[in-house]
């Protein structure tokens, strides 16, 4: 969101600031813009989508700029694959933009650090998008920051576990970090929804994708008073659980 302040100097001038504020989509969705002009701080606004290229974009760039050894193997790797020179800037390598916007050369120079498949053969899928596509959300969206630590804990995994393996990162480990990232983030979000844990753990068990009918079912037999029945005290105005009944709380 970006709006227009203006602050008094020495009560002489008005200077005007730029404001930005950053607002996942849900709670932009709540009332928070219930007020008077805030049509026009949405008319103003931006929406920050991470796609699957913008997000190896953002781990090469990190890659490139590791210290020492690793750092300059990681430097001939992108330019091996992309062909291009990479140039410093303010003691900073810069990412050439074919890494950063060609899915192709991207999927390549994953490659090289996970491997071509999933597993043994190419039925299990392919690294580049697997490692994405399983952090995303119920609307197809992965968080850097939950892209980032699967790839971190993915290393850590295949150094301890695989250290004989031909690639840095094992595909049993890149399975183990997108694991441990889907806690990470379930943590992040009950810091907002305690209530989401509590929910969440309905599920265990229960194989992805999942019709929500079943998942329905589950909380149905889990509430049967419906959602006042969740242990928390800050359940949302309107709880879409599907569970009916009313969640507002007093």
């Not at 701080?41 to 760039?61: I, N, V, Y």
């Not at 992108?78 to 410093?88: D, I, N, R, Y």
């Not at 840095?168 to 970090?177: D, N, P």
């Not at 929910?199 to 265990?204: C, D, E, G, N, P």
């Amino acid at each position: 969101m970006f709006g227009d302040y203006y602050v008094p100097c020495c009560g002489l001038n008005l200077i005007p600031l730029i404001c930005k504020v950053f607002l996942r989509e849900d709670q932009a969705e709540r009332t928070v813009f219930n007020f008077p002009d805030a049509s026009k701080l949405l008319a103003t606004k931006a929406e920050l989508s991470w796609a699957r290229h913008d997000l190896h974009g953002l781990l090469w760039q990190r890659l490139i700029n590791a210290p020492d050894e690793h750092g300059q193997l990681l430097r001939k790797v992108s330019e091996f694959v992309s062909e291009a020179s990479l140039v410093s800037q303010l003691s900073h390598w810069q990412l050439p933009e074919i890494m950063k916007r060609d899915g192709e050369a991207q999927r390549r120079a994953f490659e090289r650090l996970a491997g071509p498949w999933m597993g043994r053969d190419k039925r299990r899928g392919v690294p580049y998008t697997w490692s994405v596509s399983h952090l995303a959300d119920g609307k197809g969206l992965t968080s850097p920051r939950s892209f980032l630590a699967a790839i971190h804990h993915a290393a850590e995994d295949s150094r301890e576990r695989y250290a004989s393996h031909e690639f840095a990162l094992h595909y049993e480990s890149i399975k183990r970090g997108i694991s441990k990232a889907s806690e990470i983030r379930v943590r992040e979000v009950a810091e907002d929804y305690p209530w989401i844990q509590d929910v969440l753990s309905t599920l265990k068990g229960l194989n992805v994708p999942s019709d929500f009918e079943l998942i329905r079912q589950r909380w149905i037999e889990r509430y049967p008073e419906g959602p006042q029945a969740i242990d928390t005290v800050r359940l949302p105005a309107t709880c879409g659980t599907g569970l009916g009944g009313d969640s507002r709380r007093p």
